[in-house]
């Protein structure tokens, strides 16, 4: 039998279950008393369950039993009803990390046959036999069809492109239908045009997945990470339930970490060196999110020891940076300079950090889907990250406006408003906002010295600012597409959409275009 058709559906549901154990594993070791034992038990044991009978099914034989000997250990826990051990937790934590290794494998067509758990498995044995539990059961899966069903992202990310299709040829047949002044044809364009919405709307809801499925993992690493520092760590996680684009969130999947990592390994200090600056031993990590409009900002905040601007600045020197330059740096555009590739204050280097590589990659990667990154630090008291980020990708609302003979798209959600031009400074809000020309920004060459004609107010992390642009063209749903080389690294753009005509459109980045204006 070929299940190959399956695999996609198999590491789906397999990803899932063995993200459940973690989670369900670190809340056991953090339930010393085991007051919540028997139902956290009674969860993992249909997590290891299920993994075992996807892996029959599927014919991968070493996996299932692999699986089969960690659900027996919580079969037998079930059973006797004593609590998990400290031991029983770090065996059944490491040989979860066998399972995701396997389940890896298996995704990139790799076989298990080189894959020896042996090891684990006589160590679970033992574990049961000085426990005195009885014997392991199988017990039998209950039938039924679930009601929600897994579906390859593969097939909602063609869906989008289709519906980004149906979008352009809509925005066509629109002033078609307008030119010809028929009724009929307006009425077909228009019921065409809310079906059309419908679809978009309800894919764009399918592929919204809430952001706490980037943060199941994270409780495991602190817990590492910690462990081989020595130093202890609690992790708080608030506003996980906010969804995002699942494209947004797996661009956000390896920054997350590595952010999470820093913060354990280079911000939070030993238990001895916090009581000796008046703090907890045991040091704090937040992880917020927070959703503002069409945006949403995930906050890393760390009580420790926080960053030297002043040593960022001498280690800036040692590379060769200018010293007036620098000298010049507000402390929030210091901070920033330890997104520069190979600076790091680190004292040692180890698996973890020190090698001056990582905070370059974030940056690189939040700024890649349109976001913004921010640094906050009080040396002493610790270290907050801002990630300001789009809360959905692809279909999005967009302005056109004209710029000299080029039409460039700014993403309507970072428009506060359309008012006409001034020649002479810019006022809004009874205050004085920067106000530039996009043609000069841009480096767009001028066909005529004509003034500027309308003014669009952005709004910005900093503050409001007023892009001037010869005109305005109209609002549409846009299907966004990635820059591919040799576009990938222009300055100034996001992506690119594609009129009904079939011209090409950048999407301006406003985070980069506002770097420029503050």
Not at 61 to 78: I, S, W
Not at 84 to 103: F, P, Q
Not at 167 to 180: C, D, E, Q, V
Not at 452 to 466: R, T, W
Request: aromatic share 4%; glycine share 10%; proline share 5%.
């Amino acid at each position: 039998m070929d299940n190959s058709q399956f695999k996609a559906i198999f590491l789906q549901e397999t990803y899932q279950r063995l993200s459940g154990i973690e989670k369900g594993l670190l809340l056991l070791e953090a339930d010393p008393k085991n007051t919540s034992a028997p139902a956290s038990i009674d969860k993992l044991f249909r997590h290891y369950h299920s993994i075992k009978g996807m892996c029959a099914s599927m014919g991968y034989e070493k996996m299932k039993g692999f699986a089969h000997a960690q659900e027996n250990l919580l079969d037998d826990l079930r059973k006797t009803g004593k609590g998990a051990t400290g031991e029983m937790i770090s065996v059944l934590l490491s040989s979860l990390d066998v399972l995701k290794e396997m389940t890896k494998r298996i995704e990139q067509d790799l076989p298990l046959d080189d894959m020896d758990p042996s090891s684990f498995i006589k160590t679970i044995k033992d574990i049961i036999s000085s426990a005195g539990a009885g014997g392991a059961r199988d017990v039998a899966p209950s039938i039924g069809l679930p009601d929600i069903m897994n579906v390859n992202k593969s097939v909602f990310d063609e869906l989008l492109k289709i519906t980004g299709d149906l979008i352009r040829i809509m925005s066509g047949l629109k002033p078609i239908s307008a030119r010809l002044k028929s009724i009929e044809l307006k009425e077909l364009v228009y019921g065409l045009g809310k079906n059309v919405e419908r679809l978009r709307s309800n894919i764009l809801s399918a592929r919204m997945v809430p952001f706490d499925n980037l943060t199941e993992t994270l409780p495991r690493i602190v817990r590492d990470v910690s462990k081989k520092d020595g130093k202890e760590t609690l992790l708080k996680i608030e506003g996980a339930d906010l969804t995002l684009d699942r494209s947004i969130l797996e661009s956000m999947a390896d920054p997350l970490v590595h952010l999470i990592r820093n913060a354990v390994d280079h911000g939070i200090e030993t238990p001895v060196e916090r009581i000796g600056a008046n703090k907890p031993g045991a040091g704090t990590i937040t992880l917020s999110v927070a959703g503002e409009k069409d945006r949403v900002v995930i906050t890393l905040t760390d009580d420790g020891r926080g960053i030297d601007c002043e040593r960022l600045k001498g280690k800036a020197r040692e590379m060769g940076m200018d010293r007036e330059k620098l000298e010049r740096l507000s402390d929030e555009e210091a901070l920033m300079l330890v997104c520069v590739p190979g600076l790091s204050l680190s004292g040692s280097i180890t698996d973890i950090s020190g090698r001056g590589v990582g905070m370059d990659i974030v940056k690189n990667a939040v700024e890649g889907i349109g976001g913004t990154l921010k640094i906050r630090s009080v040396p002493g008291r610790g270290t907050s990250v801002f990630l300001e980020l789009p809360r959905s990708a692809s279909i999005i609302d967009v302005l056109f406006v004209r710029v000299g003979a080029e039409i460039m798209g700014i993403p309507s959600g970072r428009i506060e408003k359309v008012v006409e031009a001034e020649n002479a400074g810019f006022a809004y809000g009874g205050k004085s906002i920067p106000a530039k020309k996009l043609k000069d920004i841009m480096g767009i060459a001028e066909e005529d010295k004509a003034a500027p004609k309308k003014a669009i107010i952005i709004n910005a992390p900093k503050g409001p600012f007023s892009l001037l642009v010869d005109g305005v063209e109209n609002e549409v749903n846009a299907y966004i597409r990635p820059l591919i080389p040799p576009f990938a690294k222009l300055w100034g753009v996001s992506g690119f959409t594609v009129t009904s005509d079939g011209r090409p459109v950048f999407l301006l980045d406003v985070a980069e275009v506002a770097s420029r204006i503050f």
